[in-house]
């Protein structure tokens, strides 16, 4: 072989690896392109799964919010509404004291509205806190206001109930105001 073929010989094989390179490289460059578009087509979905996620979650919670304030209401009116008639009782009380002078009369009145009013609540499960001279102080029960000096066998313990408590089930709705015992 001459020179000269073995030359074309060799052009002619460099340009076809330059088209071998070309192809590869547009194939590359096509595989990129369809691998970039499959990437940003799970990207737009995981972002169309996100945003309704979102949105459903905001709704869930304004959902809930608005049922635990309609519960909230509704407990309050149904309080409310057994609690009127005590209201029409002192009324009537106080109407009728205006008119009558007899203070015995008065007094059952405001006895018998002071039950009924009781009645109410212990239905409603507001229950009055025990606690006697004597008692040892709990701080989960009793508030102390004041400590006074005592003998020893009332340190530490109740000496006088300023307040009475209430349970409204478990929880303490209000603390027992109580005088403490302390130390001479």
Do not use: W
Request: proline share 1%; glycine share 4%.
């Amino acid at each position: 072989m001459s020179k000269k073929t073995k030359e074309k010989k060799a052009k002619k094989e460099k340009k076809a690896e330059d088209q071998e390179t070309q192809i590869l490289e547009q194939e590359e460059v096509d595989n990129q392109e369809n691998g970039d578009s499959l990437i940003e087509d799970e990207l737009s979905e995981a972002k169309d799964k996100y945003l309704r996620l979102y949105s459903e979650f905001e709704n869930f919670r304004r959902r809930t919010a608005k049922e635990k304030l309609d519960l909230i209401s509704t407990a309050n009116k149904d309080l409310m509404s057994e609690l009127v008639p005590v209201l029409d009782d002192f009324e009537r009380a106080i109407t009728a004291s205006d008119a009558n002078e007899d203070f015995k009369t008065l007094k059952e009145g405001i006895s018998l509205v002071h039950n009924k009013l009781n009645k109410i609540l212990n239905l409603k499960g507001l229950k009055k806190m025990d606690v006697k001279k004597g008692d040892a102080f709990d701080d989960e029960e009793h508030e102390a206001i004041t400590q006074i000096p005592a003998n020893k066998k009332l340190e530490g313990k109740v000496v006088d109930v300023v307040e009475a408590g209430y349970t409204l089930g478990e929880t303490v709705v209000r603390f027992a105001k109580v005088v403490v015992g302390a130390k001479q």
